[in-house]
């Protein structure tokens, strides 16, 4: 248990206790059939106060000793006061601290103590008056025990809803940071290993040259994996680990991997922020990742232009991966994703010649 909240615990105690005890005797002048404080009196305000001490540790000890205390105190004729509010304080307590059905079973059980003194005064007119207003002393904190407790467990249902979130939008990271690497070192691996089981019977030297592209590219694809995978790994270091200074490899990969590819640029180049920096390497490496994969014999151009406050990537090819309809599956869709997370637009589709893809990445 949180020591501060003991020690706020006995502030309140002690506050109760001193108003209690200093407004004891104005209160009894206004109720004239009252019995005056005396010592025994004053000693069962201080038992129902001290109570509150323990409201957080044992919160049904605490109604329990309050509700008994006030009860004595009352059967007693003392006049009624502050220390009322003893109780209420326990009805609060166990509403926050305990199941609603034992806590309302206890409230009613406090209830029927409380009032205890009113049976015992039926015959007149002013002790009936008095049940309504008893009976307050004990339903409102409960109402208002209730309406805490709610707003309480909403609020952890929200947080647990918004960890769950960032938990599901972290594994998609991953798994487009992966997808990206993998698939990229995949489709180049591939394509090359293709070339070589063609040239390997008669021209087994240039076979030579594309086993050497394959093992490049694996190791290139790997050592990109284990840097993004060290990235992901600590949460306190969220840098990319590609960005378009690494634009002029990545052709290299692909033209090894028998796909030409042209690069322009207009513009002054300059360092981008690292996200959006990201996420333009990213759009070029996945599309052309797909023409490695669906445009067939083809040639590629990549065009980035850099703008005031934004930067225009655009990956064209002259294959038939345009030809039919569109679909998009996990590389388009995540490109969108990527673009649209940073505040960019995203287009993909077939070109007069191929296939196109667009992505205007803002760089504040």
């Not at 070192?185 to 090359?192: D, E």
């Not at 990235?231 to 030409?260: H, K, Q, Y």
């Not at 996990?330 to 070109?351: K, N, Q, Y």
């Amino acid at each position: 248990m949180n020591w501060r909240a003991t020690l706020a615990d006995a502030v309140l105690a002690t506050a109760v206790a001193a108003l209690s005890a200093a407004t004891a005797v104005p209160i009894s002048n206004f109720q004239s059939d009252a019995t005056r404080v005396d010592a025994v009196g004053y000693a069962l305000m201080v038992v129902a106060c001290s109570a509150l001490v323990v409201r957080r540790i044992r919160p049904m000890w605490t109604l329990a000793i309050s509700t008994g205390a006030v009860s004595v105190y009352l059967l007693a004729g003392y006049p009624f006061g502050p220390v009322l509010l003893s109780v209420a304080i326990g009805v609060y307590s166990v509403v926050l601290a305990r199941p609603v059905r034992r806590a309302a079973l206890a409230a009613g059980a406090a209830l029927v103590v409380l009032l205890t003194h009113v049976v015992f005064s039926v015959g007149t007119a002013e002790a009936l008056a008095g049940l309504v207003p008893g009976s307050a002393w004990i339903v409102v904190p409960f109402a208002i025990g209730t309406v805490v407790r709610l707003n309480r467990q909403a609020v952890v249902r929200e947080r647990a809803a918004e960890a769950r979130r960032a938990a599901d939008d972290e594994r998609l990271r991953v798994a487009q940071e992966v997808h990206d690497v993998v698939g990229h070192g995949l489709a180049a691996i591939t394509m090359q290993a293709d070339i070589a089981l063609h040239l390997l019977p008669t021209k087994p030297e240039q076979a030579e040259t594309a086993l050497t592209a394959i093992s490049e590219t694996s190791r290139e694809a790997l050592e990109e994996l284990r840097a993004t995978l060290a990235v992901l790994r600590d949460s306190t270091e969220r840098a990319p680990t590609a960005g378009l200074a690494r634009l002029d490899a990545l052709t290299e990969r692909i033209a090894a991997s028998g796909t030409p590819v042209r690069t322009v640029v207009n513009g002054t180049a300059r360092p981008l922020p690292p996200s959006a920096d990201l996420v333009a390497y990213r759009v070029v490496q996945e599309s052309l990742t797909n023409v490695l994969r669906h445009a067939g014999p083809a040639t590629a151009t990549v065009r980035v232009d850099y703008g005031a406050d934004s930067v225009l990537i655009e990956v064209t090819d002259t294959g038939s991966g345009g030809a039919g309809p569109v679909d998009e599956g996990h590389g388009i869709a995540g490109m969108r994703e990527r673009v649209t997370a940073v505040g960019g637009s995203f287009d993909a589709g077939p070109d007069t010649r191929g296939f196109r893809v667009t992505a205007k990445i803002p760089t504040p």
